[in-house]
T-cell receptor
Framework: DGGITQSPKYLFRKEGQNVTLSCEQNLNHDAMYWYRQDPGQGLRLIYY???????QKGDIAEGYSVSREKKESFPLTVTSAQKNPTAFYLCASGVAGAETQYFGPGTRLLVL | KQEVTQIPAALSVPEGENLVLNCSFTDSAIYNLQWFRQDPGKGLTSLLLIQSSQREQTSGRLNASLDKSSGRSTLYIAASQPGDSATYLC???????????FGQGTTLQVKP
C-alpha cells in the first residue's frame, strides 16, 4: 500500500526531554512537511523539505529540529526548548511545486 | 500576511439538510484553494481543489465555489448525512510563498 505513516500515535514527554516523531512515505514524493495543530485551530507549518539533505524553517520552527537524510523519511525532534509542546503533529508529503499534499494520521504529543 | 478565516466554528444540523460552510482569505495572490476533511484524531483528506482560475468544483454531494476577487469560498454539502460529521478545513496555497495556509476549521455535526 502506498501512503504516509507516522509513529507513534501517542507520545509522552517528560520535562526537559527531547522526543522524536517519525514520518515515512513510500509515495516517492520529493517534498515533506511538518505541521502542528492546536485545539480549535488550523495547521501551522513547522519545517519543510523540498529535497533530500535540505530543509527550511516554517512559521513556528523554534524548539523543533528535523533531518532529511533519506527521501522516504522526515523525522521531527521536539526539543526541551519547546515550552508548550502539547499538540497534534501532522506530517505531509507531496510533489515539489505541485498542488496538494497528502497527510499522515498524526501523532498526539502530551507532556507528563 | 495571508489570513484564512472560517465561519462558523461549529455547526449542528439535522440529517438531510443542505448546508454551506464559509471560508474567507485576505490576499487574492493564491494558486488554489482546497477543502479538507478531518475526522477526530485523524489526518486530513483532500475533498476538493479549486485552481485560482476556476469558479467551482464538484464531487458527489459536495460543491465548492471560489470568488478570488472578494476572497471567499463556500463548501456546499447537499442532503447531509451523519457520516458527514467531521471538521472541514479550508486552505489556500500562497502564490508568494508556495505554502499552504489553513483556516481554523468548521466542526460539523449531522444528527440522525
Amino acid at each position: 500500500d502506498g501512503g504516509i505513516t507516522q509513529s507513534p500515535k501517542y507520545l509522552f514527554r517528560k520535562e526537559g526531554q527531547n522526543v522524536t516523531l517519525s514520518c515515512e512515505q513510500n509515495l516517492n514524493h520529493d517534498a515533506m512537511y511538518w505541521y502542528r495543530q492546536d485545539p480549535g485551530q488550523g495547521l501551522r507549518l513547522i519545517y519543510y523539505s523540498q529535497i533530500v539533505n535540505d530543509f527550511q524553517k516554517g512559521d513556528i520552527a523554534e524548539g523543533y529540529s528535523v533531518s532529511r537524510e533519506k527521501k522516504e523519511s522526515f523525522p521531527l525532534t521536539v526539543t526541551s526548548a519547546q515550552k508548550n509542546p502539547t499538540a497534534f503533529y501532522l506530517c505531509a508529503s507531496g510533489v515539489a511545486g505541485a498542488e496538494t499534499q497528502y497527510f499522515g494520521p498524526g501523532t498526539r504529543l502530551l507532556v507528563l | 500576511k495571508q489570513e484564512v478565516t472560517q465561519i462558523p466554528a461549529a455547526l449542528s444540523v439535522p440529517e438531510g439538510e443542505n448546508l454551506v460552510l464559509n471560508c474567507s482569505f485576505t490576499d487574492s495572490a493564491i494558486y488554489n484553494l482546497q477543502w479538507f476533511r478531518q475526522d477526530p484524531g485523524k489526518g486530513l483528506t483532500s475533498l476538493l481543489l479549486i485552481q485560482s482560475s476556476q469558479r467551482e468544483q464538484t464531487s458527489g454531494r459536495l460543491n465548492a465555489s471560489l470568488d478570488k476577487s472578494s476572497g471567499r469560498s463556500t463548501l456546499y454539502i447537499a442532503a447531509s448525512q451523519p457520516g458527514d460529521s467531521a471538521t472541514y478545513l479550508c486552505a489556500v496555497t500562497s502564490s508568494n510563498t508556495g505554502k499552504l495556509i489553513f483556516g481554523q476549521g468548521t466542526t460539523l455535526q449531522v444528527k440522525p
